[in-house]
């Protein structure tokens, strides 16, 4: 099965930096997109950015300029590199990659921001 992994999340004072990793694992055919989504306590999950298999991406507004989202296709890792963070990043962060054959969600990783 096709298995998805977030690491690097954890507890970081506003302005700091964390670095997420995603491995993924299992049985690949074509991996059409990758995407990195957030779920805050008491709101709906939201998407925070995509890289497609071409390696365009595209983030959510209040994420531009902010975050990154690259890969390692050697290591089948996508990464979201998180700058100048606030509290309002609170979340717990989900990875998803999809394509012909999957669409594939991680157990998330949890990331606090305090003021």
């Known amino acids: 099965q096709v298995q998805l992994v977030e690491s690097g999340g954890g507890w970081v004072q506003a302005g700091g930096s964390l670095r997420l990793s995603c491995a993924v694992s299992g049985r690949i055919n074509t991996i059409n997109n990758e995407y990195w989504y957030r779920q805050a306590p008491g709101k709906q999950r939201e998407m925070v950015a995509r890289i497609t298999s071409g390696g365009s991406v595209d983030y959510a507004d209040s994420m531009k300029g902010r975050f990154t989202i690259s890969r390692n296709n050697a290591e089948n890792t996508v990464f979201l590199q998180m700058s100048s963070l606030k509290p309002e990043d609170t979340a717990v962060y989900y990875c998803?990659?999809?394509?012909?054959?999957?669409?594939?969600w991680g157990q998330g990783t949890q990331v606090t921001v305090s003021s």
């Open positions: 998803n990659a999809d394509g012909p054959d999957y669409d594939v």
